[in-house]
């Protein structure tokens, strides 16, 4: 049966496409123009000659030194992720003890409990280890704010594998730590790079803890240094664009190869 185009789904989409796509296109439009050349022909104008000064510009003003950071944080909080998360969501999927409910339960009370209101005490706390204007400082606090609904996502991925595989495992006469390395971690491969990717963006778009916990240039993160571009470039928004540009790629990137493995592991939320 031949069905008919459905005209109307077609033209939202168009409509959601532009949406997206105009940003995009000043973005980039204005990153390689001249600051004199945007202001004479407006944000939508196609540009009439390229240049890349913008760019020589963002790098000259230190954002390399701000990218760098913001890849040792990021790194440091998957890193921390991965560490704790994948055993937690087993102990919590496999143990039938009201300790290990309690402490799910915990970990759920953290969904709760947005950062701007713990932002106070945990700068006293950060300040009284030592830890205050340390890249640690952050990736600290970073990572165990992921950690909740990162163990919310591996715990329903965990769930999805069938009591048989486990029995399988234990008549082979596996042990815990062989079936969770042998056949728990292999199955949940969508779940792990879900919570890898949503790490990643927590450690590399971060503002707050940032802001907060540091205040040397040599422990500023692309945050903040966009940030301080628009005060230093003050209307020159090729220049503020360039950065802002060159702080999407990796998240682009990181999206690109992921997605599929993000949204499977988004299935799996809630478990059976």
Known sequence: MR?????????????????????????????VQSRTEFSANGPLSVPTSLTFENFLLVFDSGFGKYFLNTFLVTAGVVGIVLLVVPPLSYAIVRSQSRGTTLIFRFFLLGLAIPVQAVIVPMFYLINSVGLYDTLLGIILPTAAFALPICTLILSGTMRDITPELYEAMSVDGASTARTFLRLV???????????AVFAALQGWNGFLLPLILTQSESTKVITLGLFNFQTQYGINVPGILAAVMLSMVPVLLVYLFARRALVQGLMGVGGK
Do not use: C, D
């Open 3 to 31: 069905t008919r185009p459905n005209y109307i789904a077609g033209a939202a989409v168009t409509v959601w496409l532009l949406i997206v796509a105009l940003p995009l296109y000043v973005m980039v439009a204005a990153s």
């Open 185 to 195: 971690l292999p199955l949940s491969k969508g779940g792990l790079s879900t919570i």
